[in-house]
Every structure is written in structure tokens, then in C-alpha cells.
């Protein structure tokens, strides 16, 4: 499957772009990268700090029947898959969330725009910068040197085989 890919060094979500995309017409399968959100949202409308070190994505592809719920079980357990290539002690909290050591490292969000599924993911790979207040007892990070060309690459060719 040929992706085209679209990049941002910062954007507001990545989500809400490619919803955009999708009502002026653009033909999935595309993904939009960004390497900062300023407004990442997670599932009910939760916001998701996205700061400078981390990968945040969305993949974009035509689909008809299926319940987000359960593309966000699928993705979830892919990327728990690719990203158990770069930590151990990974684990899926409820349907979305990856967590290490007991702290966030992952989330997924899938939305479905006309016969499109937009799936978001966002991924914490290095501290960068302070973690707000707030965050600091559950956000961690996946702390390691990964290449995020590889990672995306890894994480699309998960998403889009049947494998």
C-alpha cells in the first residue's frame, strides 16, 4: 500500500488535520506526522500533552463496517507489539493506553470521518522538557534512542499487513 506521508514540525493535532484532509476530499490512505502537538486530544475529548522528542501520527484509511472500538483494540495491540521491539514491561490499560512502569507512554485514538478511519497515535520516546505538574505521576516516557523514520515505518507496515 503506497502512503503518502505529511509532515509538521508543529500543528495543533494531527487528527484534527487529517479530518480536514478527509472533508476537502484528500484520498486516504495517508498519515500525517507531527514532532509537536500544541491541542492533542485523546478519547473523550481528553487533552494529550504532546511535547517536542515525541512521535505523534495519523494514519488514515478508507474503511466501511467496523466499530472504532474495535480498530482501537487492533491498533493498541500492534503498537504494543512494535514498541515491545524498544522497552519491556509494556501493557495495554483499557483499550488505547500503553504504560511502562506504571506511568503513559502511548495512547491511540481512532475516529471515523465518511468512510475513513483516523487513527491517531501518539508516543513519548525522550524527555525534551519539563512535564507539567499535573502529569508528572503518569506520563513517563519510552526513554530510548529509536529512529523515528523506522518507528513510523514499523508502526505502518504493522497497521496495514495481516500480520
Excluded: W
Amino acid at each position: 500500500m503506497d502512503i503518502k506521508i505529511i509532515h509538521f514540525a508543529e500543528t495543533g493535532s494531527t487528527n484534527a488535520i487529517a479530518k480536514d484532509y478527509i472533508k476537502s476530499d484528500k484520498r486516504a490512505p495517508f498519515c500525517i506526522l507531527a514532532d509537536r502537538q500544541t491541542h492533542g486530544y485523546g478519547r473523550y475529548g481528553k487533552s494529550f500533552y504532546s511535547p517536542m522528542g515525541g512521535l505523534y501520527m495519523t494514519l488514515v484509511v478508507s474503511g466501511a463496517d467496523f466499530d472504532c472500538d474495535v480498530i482501537t483494540r487492533i491498533v493498541g495491540e500492534k503498537l504494543l507489539g512494535v514498541l515491545s521491539g524498544c522497552a519491556k514491561n509494556l501493557c495495554i490499560k483499557g483499550v488505547n493506553d500503553i504504560f511502562m512502569g506504571g506511568k503513559k507512554i502511548a495512547g491511540v485514538l481512532v475516529e471515523k470521518v465518511k468512510q475513513c478511519f483516523v487513527i491517531g497515535i501518539g508516543i513519548n520516546l525522550k524527555q525534551t522538557e519539563p512535564v507539567p505538574d499535573g502529569l508528572r505521576d503518569i506520563m513517563g516516557f519510552l526513554d530510548v534512542d529509536a529512529d523515528k523514520n523506522e518507528l513510523v515505518n514499523r508502526i505502518l507496515q504493522s497497521l496495514v499487513t495481516n500480520h
